[in-house]
């Protein structure tokens, strides 16, 4: 590559319009927005899967404690059974 060439791309670069200028601040604004905006999209995410996680195994707490009473036909009962009266 001759040195004249690589003087006259210099040259183009820096004498670029400001135009162009302008459109690549925009062009940054808005990329800094949108990165804002995702960035809290997902910390929301992170902290609605961190509450997720804690119900599931709040429940699957509950369903064990649920089966543990069941007995041998492994049926939970979750209510307790009424005797009812024959006569009305």
Not at 26 to 39: G, I, T
Not at 40 to 58: C, G, P, S, W, Y
Request: glycine share 6%; net charge positive; hydrophobic share 30%.
């Amino acid at each position: 590559m001759d040195e004249g060439q690589d003087e006259g791309g210099l040259a183009r670069i820096q004498s670029r319009p400001r135009a162009l200028d302008g459109l690549q601040r925009q062009y940054n604004d808005h990329l800094k927005e949108k990165h804002a905006r995702l960035r809290a999209e997902h910390d929301q995410l992170r902290t609605d899967i961190k509450q997720l996680v804690r119900v599931v195994h709040v429940l699957e707490v509950e369903y064990q404690q649920l089966r543990q009473p069941a007995g041998k036909d492994s049926v939970a009962r979750v209510l307790p059974v009424q005797q009812r009266s024959l006569t009305r």
